[in-house]
């Protein structure tokens, strides 16, 4: 079974970035899609970007289009958010799945990581 780990949150000031890794294991990233999510406190876990693994497509929630790249490499097992110019509201748990359809919908993903946090405070 694919396993999912997430790293790279931490506390950043507004205008700054970060940059998220999630690091798969058991299998390939192929032919999985993967998507990234975040959920705030009080709030609905909601899709924030994802790619497909074949072919690269990609796709962005409109909060963070323009501010926010997924990528993946390959060779390193490894799909990344980078994350630019964050806003406040940006703050939550980012989460990585992965599932068969490169959707924002969070329901159509199997496995999780564990999350990691990001916050994005002054």
């Known amino acids: 079974q694919l396993q999912l780990v997430e790293s790279g949150g931490g506390l950043v000031q507004p205008g700054g970035s970060l940059r998220l890794s999630c690091a798969a294991s058991?299998?390939?990233?192929?032919?999985?899609?993967i998507g990234w999510f975040r959920q705030a406190p009080g709030k609905e876990r909601e899709g924030v970007s994802c790619?497909?693994?074949?072919?690269?497509?990609?796709y962005y929630a409109d909060s963070v289009k323009g501010r926010f790249t997924i990528s993946i490499d390959n060779a390193k097992n490894t799909v990344y958010l980078q994350m630019n110019s964050l806003k406040p509201e940006d703050t939550a748990v980012y989460y990585c799945?992965?599932?068969?359809?490169?959707?924002?919908?969070?329901?159509?993903?199997?496995?999780w990581g564990q999350g990691t946090q990001v916050t994005v405070s002054s």
């Open positions: 799945a992965a599932g068969d359809i490169a959707t924002i919908f969070p329901d159509e993903y199997d496995s």
């Open positions: 058991g299998f390939t990233l192929d032919p999985y899609a």
């Open positions: 790619i497909n693994t074949k072919d690269g497509a990609t």
